[in-house]
T-cell receptor
């Protein structure tokens, strides 16, 4: 099946540092969604991207839809302890079913105060 | 308001029990989904309902039976489950679902933790 390669798998950073994670694929996507999931909770939508090259911010978070439509990145600036969690990218394939999000395997973020 | 509400938050059931998970959204979304998530893994799609009709069943065993009574509600009926079915079950919704259509944003509920004993 289709796969998204999400990296890094995990990150241990100091509070105040910036964070960057990305997802890549060999397939073309028409939507990229970034979610954060806390333990025992459902994924919470952070940023949605719909157009190639689109750069969108949500507070300290910035995400971009790659110009080739095969990748996306998420940056978190000045990390704080509550940024801890698992971040998932999810994409919808060009021409594919909207209902079927393809998820990356997640990036587990740990922040040391 | 982008809220999808799921009940119960936690459910423990025996292998011979019949139980149901419930999901509700009041965003006017016409597509609703059930996902299953095991620990440390991404969510996996189970079912998609579009305009109250089942559009996708990802080869889910019949011991899971979805139901969409109206555009705001989605149920998942559980019967004769196995211990390996223990997982976080996530409901989600989006404005619409259509094969091959352009991008759509999917919102998840908080999930129902299911333990089968």
């Amino acid at each position: 099946g289709q796969q998204l390669n999400q990296s890094p798998q995990s990150m241990f950073i100091q509070e105040g540092e910036d964070v960057s994670m990305n997802c890549t694929s060999s397939s073309i996507f028409n939507t990229w969604l970034w979610y954060k999931q806390d333990p025992g909770e459902g994924p919470v939508l952070l940023i949605a991207l719909y157009k190639a090259g689109e750069l969108t911010s949500n507070g300290r978070l910035t995400a971009q839809f790659g110009i080739t439509r095969k990748d996306s990145f998420l940056n978190i600036s000045a990390s704080i302890p509550s940024d801890v969690g698992i971040y998932f990218c999810a994409g919808q394939l060009k021409g594919g079913s909207q209902g079927n999000l393809i998820f990356g395997k997640g990036t587990k973020l740990s922040v040391k105060p | 308001d982008t809220e999808v509400t799921q009940t119960p938050k936690h459910l423990v059931m025996g292998m011979t029990n019949k139980k149901s998970l419930k999901c509700e959204q009041h965003m006017g979304h016409r597509a609703m989904y059930w996902y299953k998530q095991k620990a440390k893994k991404p969510p996996e799609l189970m079912f998609v309902y579009s305009y109250e009709k089942l559009s996708i069943n990802e080869s889910v065993p019949s011991r899971f039976s979805p139901e969409c009574p109206n555009s705001s509600l989605l149920n998942l009926h559980l019967h004769a489950l196995q211990p390996e079915d223990s997982a976080l079950y996530l409901c989600a919704s989006s404005q619409r679902w259509a094969e091959g259509a352009s991008g759509n944003t999917i919102y998840f509920g908080e999930g129902s933790w299911l333990t089968v004993v």
